[in-house]
């Protein structure tokens, strides 16, 4: 098998993209990078933590960041575990964080300037009766989760 160490942009067609930033942490690493379309890096910022899910440039430029809490109920169990949202400023300082260890795997800052986020819900007795089928036994200790939505202020 050969392996190719691509480093740095491949292949740019103008044409055939939107022209505009990319924003990526790899899932080991802390520190989150804004590229442009030339592959070059235009800003980074640092966090104590490994992404959980994604993050996104607000309109004021600062980062909103989702990111993993290893010590979270669902970190090693489900996908996309959170545990952390933070906004840090374009210097790298932290603006705001909220922390929710049942969060999981999306965020969206809405106009009003609340957080959107999905999170792990336990699903009441009642109501997990309710639902057919499944597998038998692949409920986490007993319990069946669900998702919900939660919007939170800057407070």
């Not at 800003?43 to 990111?67: D, F, K, R, S, V």
């Not at 699903?123 to 939505?149: C, M, T």
Request: net charge negative; glycine share 10%.
């Amino acid at each position: 098998m050969r392996v190719i160490d691509n480093v740095g942009l491949t292949h740019y067609s103008p044409t055939d993209a939107y022209n505009g930033f990319t924003l990526f942490t790899p899932t080991s690493s802390t520190t989150v990078r804004l590229i442009d379309m030339h592959g070059r890096f235009v800003h980074c910022w640092e966090t104590p933590w490994q992404p959980g899910a994604h993050g996104q440039l607000l309109e004021n430029g600062n980062l909103l960041y989702a990111a993993k809490d290893d010590k979270a109920p669902f970190a090693v169990e489900f996908n996309g575990a959170g545990g952390f949202i933070a906004e840090y400023d374009w210097d790298g300082n932290e603006v705001w964080r909220f922390e929710d260890q049942y969060m999981h795997h999306d965020i969206q800052r809405l106009e009003n300037g609340n957080t959107m986020t999905l999170r792990w819900v336990a699903l009441p007795d009642d109501f997990a009766a309710k639902i057919a089928g499944g597998v038998p036994g692949s409920e986490r200790k007993g319990v069946i989760w669900g998702e919900a939505l939660r919007e939170i202020d800057k407070n």
